[in-house]
């Protein structure tokens, strides 16, 4: 299991979930047209700091996460658990909620 560090923090994820640091939206868009905070949407991008050990199947077959540490990945709209922890914004969520790995 890989783990995230901010500061002293140490977050270990459990099971299938993945913890993420969301990535800021495009604020131009490709014309050049700079977008205000009152139109973008929310982040769905964000890179991965930590992820479980996996979930276990109905066989108890414990199955590994596709996604690791340092990814970038896309992810649902208004899915997992945003928390704040010493000014740090992180999503908890599992990982059948995203949706690609960004190459």
């Known amino acids: 299991m890989a783990t995230a560090s901010a500061s002293k923090l140490q977050l270990k994820p459990l099971a299938d979930r993945v913890v993420l640091k969301k990535l800021d939206p495009e604020t131009k868009t490709s014309g050049g047209i700079v977008l205000p905070d009152t139109v973008k949407e929310?982040?769905?991008?964000?890179?991965?700091l930590a992820v479980g050990s996996g979930r276990m199947d109905d066989k108890g077959v414990r199955q590994p996460l596709e996604v690791k540490v340092g990814d970038k990945v896309l992810f649902q709209k208004y899915q997992g658990q945003e928390i704040k922890i010493e000014g740090?914004?992180?999503?908890?969520?599992?990982?059948?909620?995203?949706?690609?790995?960004m190459g």
């Open 42 to 48: 929310k982040p769905q991008q964000g890179e991965v």
């Open 88 to 101: 740090i914004e992180y999503l908890i969520l599992e990982e059948k909620h995203i949706l690609a790995i």
